[in-house]
């Protein structure tokens, strides 16, 4: 089954972990979208710049430390994901407290491992 994934905080540099995790959802057949903060394309998927209102995101996987993702948590969860992924480096007890509130799941773990281990 594939989960309609948003990477947040996407990057077009290769070694950086967002780009790596795009290049596996889509390999693991995914469909993917992104936002970062410069445009361009990464496995066939645009990276926007502007803040869309997507519809049926199953999955926002986080690549924002937690001091950016104050910016971008009304956003989140206005967007209703079935969860958020908190990639290493981006912990956030602040914004799981907001999640929780509003009945989105969420978990610290790595896209990468998940999409590895079957588990995403």
Do not use: W
């Not at 936002?35 to 996987?61: A, C, N």
């Not at 690549?63 to 971008?72: E, S």
Request: hydrophobic share 35%; charged share 25%.
């Amino acid at each position: 089954m594939t989960k309609r994934t948003l990477v947040l905080g996407a990057s077009l540099k290769p070694e950086r972990y967002s780009n790596i995790a795009i290049h596996r959802l889509k390999r693991n057949h995914h469909e993917v979208k992104a936002f970062g903060l410069k445009s361009g394309e990464v496995s066939d998927v645009e990276i926007d710049t502007e803040l869309l209102d997507y519809e049926d995101i199953d999955t926002v996987t986080l690549y924002l430390n937690p001091a950016r993702q104050k910016d971008y948590y009304d956003y989140i969860v206005d967007l209703k994901p079935d969860r958020v992924i908190f990639n290493p480096g981006t912990e956030n007890p602040e914004f799981y407290a907001i999640l929780d509130a509003y009945g989105i799941a969420y978990e610290a773990a790595c896209t990468l491992v998940l999409l590895g281990t079957g588990q995403y």
